[in-house]
């Protein structure tokens, strides 16, 4: 994807902000607990926050949330869900925050969005000594036999790039080993997968990857002509057919401590 076709999916989503607040799922909680693991302090930035489903699963856990949203309208959403959290706007190329001002960065379902040239050293800069930046992605088991069928059926463009883990595991590389051979900012990054689930109904799950940014930035016959096929297979299969399932997902994170 070239740099204007990643703005224009990763402005999307302001658009479709009160869907992306209903549907969009919440995060594993031994995931968060896991990227905090080797955070040496409870201040934790949220960066790229949204409406704020990381930032909720991080106040769970005790954390001390500042959140960070470049789009007006997800960010007038979470600050209206979480008046408790301290939100700004600004970006991960530009974070509105002091040197060393916190212990821990995540973010949930946008690393890959950020332009790690430029972003890699900001979040460093923000990042007290020993650090730690970590990425969490909820995605779909396409072990479970329906879940495969419904990716082939829908495509990357409902389902998310399979190669969105992967790419930005070999971002993170880089802000290790430089190019040149030179060691970076951070640590080798590390991988966990953790099991997650959300309740769901059929109506529910397509109103969900309606808000993923493939679709939503997809012309409108073709993105009715997609989820049309999502609503057919759905009912066609005996997990989704009739009234509630849970939809089986994994929490990936991808974990790196500032050197």
């Given amino acids: 994807m070239g740099q204007d076709e990643r703005q224009l999916h990763a402005s999307s989503f302001g658009a479709a902000v009160t869907a992306y607040a209903e549907h969009r799922p919440d995060y594993a909680q031994a995931a968060v607990r896991w990227a905090l693991e080797l955070a040496s302090g409870p201040r934790v930035l949220d960066l790229g926050a949204g409406t704020g489903k990381l930032t909720s ?24 869900a979480m008046p408790m959290v301290r939100a ?4 991960a190329e530009a974070i509105p925050l002091p040197d060393g001002s916190v212990d821990a960065v995540l973010a949930g379902n946008a690393l890959h969005w950020f332009d790690m040239a430029i972003a890699g050293p900001e979040i460093a800069r923000v990042l007290a000594p020993d650090g730690v930046l970590a990425g969490l992605w909820n995605v779909l088991d396409d072990r479970v036999d329906w879940i495969a069928g ?7 463009a409902a389902i998310g790039p399979r190669d969105t883990f992967s790419s930005w595991r070999a ?3 880089e802000l290790h080993l430089a190019k040149d051979g030179s060691v ?3 640590g080798f990054p590390e991988q966990a997968e953790f099991r997650h689930g959300q309740r769901r109904t059929a109506d529910s799950l397509v109103a969900t990857l309606a808000t993923r940014a493939g679709l939503l930035v997809m012309p409108g016959q073709q993105q009715k002509a997609t989820l049309d096929r999502i609503r057919s297979f759905l009912a066609t299969r005996p997990e989704t057919a009739c009234g509630e399932f849970t939809l089986p997902m994994l929490t990936g994170v991808l974990r790196a401590q500032r050197l």
């Avoid at 700004?88 to 970006?91: C, H, K, P, R």
């Avoid at 419904?150 to 990357?156: C, F, P, Q, W």
């Fill in 88 to 91: 700004f706007a600004g970006s």
């Fill in 57 to 80: 699963a991080l106040v769970a856990v005790g954390a001390e949330v500042i959140a960070v949203e470049p789009d007006p309208a997800m960010l007038t959403e979470l600050r209206r």
């Fill in 171 to 173: 971002a993170t590389a």
């Fill in 150 to 156: 419904l990716e082939r059926v829908s495509g990357a």
């Fill in 184 to 186: 970076g900012q951070f």
